[in-house]
């Protein structure tokens, strides 16, 4: 198993990035608030996974331990795969799919792309005991003169396909509707949970 590589990005995708680990580019699937924290030519750390098939070896990368554990968890369920269990974490934080499962809110978790009804059903059965406890840890802020990173989660809808006016208007309401002013700047920590947000919207405006 691959635990986690460390090294230069080379590259950062739409659904992957490039890391380049004792000479050799590793190409690591993940979800866009763990895409939206690299930057090309900045050095990084991901913590992994290695999923075996017989006619592929695709590695997924994660910002932490715990969406890791959370990937390798909700793939437990039967008819959920790598690709589904990636789509989870993009939509919702571990701990926000803690929650649903603990208060069996099928409404959360059909905001994942091909979970229906029957899907959340099946993921609150399963998983009610696997999960764990929801562990409310927060963000940690920099001591530091503060520094807005929301063009970070602009960047990040772009590079998914959104025009910079959508993207920037979508962060806008999600700050807006959490009471955060306009000149108030976004914590680092805090990118992929907005990012999150946003793309739940954006993704309810297609619909």
Known sequence: MIASVRGEVLAVGIDRAVVETGGI????LAAPSTLALLRVGEHARLHTTLVVREDSLTLYGFADADERETFETVQTVSGIGPRTALAMLAV????ALRGAVAEGNLTTLMKVPGIGRKGAQRLVLELADRLGPVRGSASVETAVAPVDHRTKVVEALEGLGWTARTAEDAVGDVLAARG???DEPLAEGDVPDVLRAALRMLGG???
């Open 180 to 182: 955060v002013v306009a």
């Open 92 to 95: 919702l934080s571990p701990d």
């Open 25 to 28: 580019g590793l190409a690591v």
């Open 205 to 207: 405006r297609r619909g």
